[in-house]
C-alpha cells in the first residue's frame, strides 16, 4: 500500500463532508475562469458567489470599517504615524499604541487567551483563528469514546458534521421547526437525546446557532432559558455558535441575548461555550481569521487542559488578534472615530435588512418557493418544492435534486448558492442557502425569478 494512497490515510479524513465549498463553489470557479475568454459563450458575464458569507469578496465588495483598518496599518508598519502625522484620528494612535505596548511587533507570536456587561475571566477567554478553530477543538475534546455524540440543529453549518467525522463523533440531530419561523423546539431536541441514547449513544454538548446558519433564525429568551435548564438537567455542554450575533435587521422587536448572559441571570452552572468571530457581523474581515472562544463554568483542571491544546498552535494570527481586539472595544460616542465608524455600520446593517426583505417577499411570490424573512444572520434558506419529474431527473444524474437545481441555477445566472443537502433537511424538502450580500439585489433577485420560473416550466411544481 502506497504511503500516500487514500487507504493508507486516516479514514475520518475522507468522511469529511464541506458543501460551503463543494461541487457547486468549484464548478463556479472554474465559470468565473471560463468568463476570462474573449469568446467564453456563457449566459452571464459574472460568477456571484452567494454560497458563502464573505462580506468583502470580489463583486460583493462590503468596505472594511475604517477603524480597524487604521488600528491595523500602524500595527503593521509603526513608521506611519509620523510619516502621516495628519492622517490616523487621536484615538487609532492611542489604541495602536496601547497595542504596541501590550503585544510588541506583530511579527512575534502572542499569548494564545486574551463583555456583554458580566465580568469575565481573561484566563477563560482563548483566542483563535477564526470561530471555526474553536469548534474544531472543542468537539476534538468532548469526543472521548466512539459513542460519545453532539447535539446539532438541522438544518446545521457544515462545520459541525464536518468537525464530528473528522473527530469520529457521532452527530445527534434535532430539527428546527421551519413553520414557525426556524424556532428551536425544546421537545424535538429531548426526543433527539431519547433517540440516541436507544442507539447506545452517549450526548455530550449541544450546539446552538445563535442567530442561525443557515436560517437567521432569532432565539426568545425563554426558549434561551429552556435550553439552559436542559443541558442542566442532562450533563450537557453547551456551545453557543453566536458568530451573527451583530447582524440584525430588526433590532427594535428581535434583540439578541447572549447565552452567556442568560447563564449568569440563572445562576447555572451548565459548561458554556460562547463563539465569537470578525469574519461576519458589520466588520467582515474573513481573511484575517480572527475569533475567540470563552469558557464559563469549567473546572480550572479544564481550562488548564484547553490553554495547553490551545497553546500547541502556538498562537493565531496577529492581524486577526487585532480585528477582535476592534470588534471588542469600538470607538466611543466622543471619540474622533465615532461619527465615521457609525456611518459605516449603520450604512451595512440598513443594506443587509433591505436586501433581506426584498428578497424573501420576492421569493415568496414565487410557485413552489416559501421563504422563511430572516431577522438575523446573512442568508435565506428558502424551501422549493420540486416535482417528481425534477427528482427522477436529479436521480438519472446521480444528484440530489436541490443540488440539480442549484447546479442549473449556477449554469444559467452564474450566481452560487448551497443546496439545502448540504445542511440538513427533512426526509422529502429540499431547500437552498443564498447569501443577502450582494449589491444591485434587484438585477440579482430578478435572475433567481427568471430561473425558476423556466424551471417550473420545464419541471413544473410539486
Not at 450604512?347 to 436586501?355: C, K, N, S, V
Amino acid at each position: 500500500m502506497a504511503a500516500h494512497s487514500l487507504d493508507a490515510l486516516n479514514p475520518a479524513f475522507q468522511n469529511v463532508q464541506y458543501a460551503v465549498r463543494g461541487e457547486l463553489a468549484i464548478k463556479a470557479e472554474l465559470l468565473r475562469d471560463k468568463l476570462k475568454e474573449p469568446a467564453h459563450g456563457l449566459p452571464f458575464d459574472k460568477v456571484i458567489s452567494s454560497n458563502i458569507g464573505n462580506p468583502q469578496q470580489k463583486g460583493l465588495d462590503q468596505p472594511p470599517i475604517t477603524f480597524t483598518r487604521q488600528v491595523a496599518a500602524l500595527m503593521e508598519w509603526p513608521e506611519l504615524a509620523k510619516l502621516a502625522p495628519d492622517v490616523f484620528p487621536a484615538d487609532v494612535l492611542e489604541r495602536a499604541e496601547e497595542l504596541r505596548r501590550e503585544i510588541g511587533s506583530i511579527g512575534a507570536y502572542s499569548h494564545s487567551q486574551a463583555r456583554d456587561g458580566y465580568p469575565a475571566d481573561p484566563a477563560t477567554i482563548f483566542l483563535t483563528g477564526g470561530a471555526s478553530a474553536g469548534v474544531s477543538l472543542l468537539i476534538n475534546m468532548l469526543i472521548n469514546t466512539p459513542k460519545a455524540g453532539i447535539l446539532i440543529p438541522i438544518p446545521q453549518y457544515p462545520l459541525y458534521t464536518a468537525s464530528l467525522a473528522q473527530h469520529q463523533g457521532v452527530p445527534i440531530p434535532y430539527y428546527l421547526d421551519e413553520p414557525n419561523g426556524w424556532s428551536t423546539s425544546v421537545a424535538s431536541i429531548e426526543d433527539a437525546l431519547a433517540d440516541a441514547r436507544k442507539e447506545g449513544v452517549i450526548p455530550k454538548g449541544l450546539v446552538v446557532i445563535n442567530p442561525g446558519n443557515p436560517t437567521g433564525a432569532l432565539l426568545d429568551e425563554a426558549t434561551q432559558e429552556a435550553l439552559v435548564r436542559l443541558c442542566e438537567a442532562n450533563g450537557l455542554v453547551l456551545l453557543a455558535d453566536e458568530v451573527y450575533q451583530d447582524n440584525l435587521h430588526r433590532r427594535a422587536t428581535h434583540p439578541f441575548t447572549s447565552f452567556k448572559k442568560i447563564v449568569s441571570r440563572l445562576d447555572s452552572r451548565v459548561p458554556l461555550v460562547s463563539f465569537h468571530s470578525i469574519s461576519k457581523g458589520v466588520s467582515g474581515e474573513c481573511g484575517r481569521r480572527g475569533g475567540y472562544f470563552e469558557c464559563t463554568n469549567f473546572t480550572e483542571e479544564v481550562i488548564a487542559l484547553l490553554y495547553k491544546m490551545v497553546s500547541v498552535g502556538l498562537c493565531p494570527p496577529l492581524a486577526g488578534q487585532i480585528g477582535v481586539d476592534s470588534m471588542v472595544r469600538p470607538p466611543q460616542p466622543g471619540s474622533p472615530s465615532y461619527a465615521l465608524w457609525k456611518q459605516e455600520t449603520d450604512t451595512i446593517h440598513a443594506a443587509l435588512a433591505q436586501r433581506t426583505s426584498i428578497m424573501s417577499a420576492r421569493l415568496n411570490a414565487l410557485p413552489g418557493v416559501s421563504c422563511v424573512d430572516s431577522p438575523g444572520a446573512l442568508y435565506l434558506y428558502p424551501r422549493i418544492r420540486l416535482s417528481e419529474k425534477a427528482r427522477k431527473a436529479a436521480e438519472e444524474e446521480g444528484k440530489e435534486p436541490d443540488a440539480l437545481y442549484a447546479l442549473r441555477l449556477l449554469d444559467a445566472t452564474g450566481i452560487c448558492v448551497v443546496p439545502g443537502s448540504g445542511f440538513g433537511q427533512r426526509e422529502g424538502e429540499w431547500h437552498y442557502r443564498l447569501t443577502c450580500l450582494c449589491p444591485g439585489v434587484e438585477e440579482y433577485v430578478g435572475k433567481l425569478e427568471k430561473f425558476h420560473l423556466e424551471w417550473v416550466g420545464k419541471y413544473g411544481v410539486e
